[in-house]
């Protein structure tokens, strides 16, 4: 499952970071959900959710762009155990021979308010306030985890920073007057490049050599946990309240017809040769890694378990188990 790492692991920025597993998993989900299903706004609103949050990775990804990329190696949406078996997250980190830098990414609209006295975060928005946990805090726990994390696996330590990043640009950012470790760790995205190098400019020899940096970044990917929680058992949906069949590609419409060797959507008379490959990627992702022969008929509506086996043998996958019993891989 190391391929889940979203982006590019150990390479430097690429220009596109892929769509992360909760947005593809809820696209998917709510596709697969009627529009009278009863909890549909909700998942809709996570699906809202999870896409401001990849906007905001992507606009730090643009200001991540002006550093010299062979001093950095930036990693990001690690999730890793630490040695008491609890789980932490960083948004994205940079790693270099003199120092580390953690960037913790707000993408929230509004005002933002960080309190000292209850140290918490304040978003008011259209008039309404609503208490977060203060990211300085998260922030400043995932250093120390981290810290234990590479002493625990013996790998050379430099100074870790660590950044509160406001993605959104229209966000008004007030702290409180006394708050001075809010002063020194929040920013905006745009300032990422200034205050890093003001954090380079610290420091003059390397602490690292190139193979210790390379080997860091390496142990983080290689203990790189991914999230993929079961949200069919989170939303409380049964697989009967799934949709079964094949989307026509051009309107949509759910369930194409299987033709000879073609489908064929009643709504808008497209045929597709493939509309069922998404359908069996849908299948993959909300029901599971394997399939039967028919498992595969019940979901793409297929007239026979001939047209069934006929699509399974096109598509190569490993085949497991004998007769009736066997399933297919779809990884
Ligand atoms: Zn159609």
């Known amino acids: 499952m190391r391929r889940e790492f979203y982006p590019r692991g150990d390479k430097m920025i690429d220009k596109e970071r892929k769509i992360p597993y909760k947005v593809m998993v809820l696209e998917v989900l709510l ?98 306030e609503k208490a977060y946990q203060c990211p300085i805090m998260q922030v400043e726990r995932q250093r120390l985890q981290l810290q234990a994390f590479l002493r625990s696996l013996q790998l050379p330590e430099v100074p870790i920073f660590v950044l509160v990043v406001s993605s959104h640009p229209n966000t008004v950012i007030k702290i ?23 954090i380079e400019a610290n420091f003059d020899e390397d602490k690292l050599t190139p193979k210790e940096l390379k080997k860091i970044s390496r142990t983080l990917i290689k203990h790189h946990q991914p999230l993929k929680p079961d949200y069919l058992e989170k939303y409380k949906i049964a697989h009967s309240d799934l949709l079964t069949g094949v989307h026509c590609p051009n309107c949509r419409q759910i369930p194409m017809q299987r033709k000879r060797g073609y489908w064929y959507c009643h709504s808008c008379q497209h045929s597709s040769k493939d509309a069922h490959l998404a359908a069996i990627h849908n299948y993959s992702v909300l029901l599971g890694p394997t399939i039967t022969n028919q498992q595969l008929r019940n979901f793409l509506h297929l007239p026979s378990p001939s047209v069934a086996s006929k699509i399974l043998s096109s598509l190569s996958l490993k085949k497991s188990g004998i007769m009736k019993g066997s399933y297919y891989q779809l990884e």
């Open 31 to 128: 596709a697969r959900l009627s529009v009278h299903y009863p909890n549909r706004g909700y998942i809709e609103g996570e699906l809202g959710k999870a896409i401001a949050g990849w906007r905001g990775e992507q606009a730090i990804d643009y200001y991540l762009t002006f550093l010299p990329k062979e001093k950095y190696r930036i990693l990001h949406d690690l999730r890793l155990e630490d040695n008491e078996k609890r789980f932490f997250q960083i948004d994205t980190i940079l790693l270099s021979k003199k120092y580390h830098v953690i960037l913790e990414v707000k993408n929230m609209a509004g005002t933002l308010f960080f309190n000292n006295n209850p140290q918490q975060l304040v978003q008011t928005l259209n008039n309404e």
């Open 176 to 198: 409180a007057p006394n708050f001075k470790k809010a002063n020194q760790y929040v920013i905006q995205s745009a300032a990422i490049p200034e205050r890093i190098n003001t």
